[in-house]
């Protein structure tokens, strides 16, 4: 299995604040990386795929890059609502495989 | 649009087996070929794979569970459907069905999720 790893696993920012979250995989995924964010009690929704494509309706202050085995998540303004769980996941092959998850905390 | 339901027992014994299914409206299930994915996520953890399905019949499942899942589509009812067997407490998790976007890259439509507790 290709094994996902985030950090930091939890961060606490303020609003309008540059985020960034890293993934890494342990072994070479192209561009077969992406980013959902999970409210409690909801299921994850999709922010970006394929690395660094933005995924309809998410807004723009969400930002992907990275290629092969690391990768990031930069929010550029952080926004009341982003207050979050962040998860990478690998579509590479399968399984299918998450990161352990970054919560993002009010500071 | 398409939507995913999942329904099923919300509380299974341990040794017993777990089933769930999933609904897709505002769309065919047959339609797209589609691998049809199932997600889980322990409460306070992270989200763990189980397997997928198109509806030809062709799965694939995560290894670390592949000895008790079997994983089923009905497109005459447009649903699929999760049987895991010999479930313990472990098994307790939130549910989800998920579909992924045309490239059978990313998920983006999910079920809501369902809880399921493994209790006697």
């Known amino acids: 299995d290709i094994q996902m790893t985030q950090s930091p696993s939890s961060l606490f920012a303020s609003v309008g604040d540059r985020v960034t979250i890293t993934c890494r995989a342990s072994?070479?995924?192209?561009?077969?990386l992406h980013w959902y964010q999970q409210k409690p009690g909801k299921a994850p929704n999709l922010l970006i795929h394929?690395?660094?494509s933005l995924h309809s309706g998410v807004p723009s202050r969400f930002s992907g890059s990275g290629s092969g085995t690391e990768f990031t998540l930069t929010i550029s303004s952080l926004q009341p609502e982003d207050f979050a769980t962040y998860y990478c996941q690998q579509s590479y092959t399968t399984p299918r495989t998450f990161g352990q998850g970054t919560k993002v905390q009010i500071k | 649009q398409v939507q995913l339901q999942e329904s099923g027992p919300g509380l299974v014994k341990p040794s017993q087996t777990l089933s769930l299914t999933c609904t897709v409206s505002?769309?065919?299930?047959?339609?797209?070929?589609?691998?049809w994915s199932w997600i889980r996520q322990p409460a306070g953890k992270g989200l763990e794979w189980i397997g997928r399905i198109d509806t030809r019949g062709n799965t694939n499942y995560n290894p670390s569970l592949k000895s008790r899942v079997t994983i089923s589509v009905d497109t005459s009812k447009n649903q699929l459907s999760l049987n895991l067997t010999s479930v313990a407490a472990a098994d307790t998790a939130v549910y989800y069905c998920?579909?992924?976007?045309?490239?059978?890259?990313?998920?983006?439509?999910w079920g809501q999720g369902t809880m399921v507790t493994v209790s006697s």
């Open positions: 072994q070479t995924i192209s561009d077969f």
């Open positions: 505002g769309g065919s299930i047959s339609s797209g070929g589609y691998y």
């Open positions: 998920a579909r992924p976007t045309p490239s059978e890259r990313a998920f983006d439509i």
């Open positions: 394929s690395s660094s």
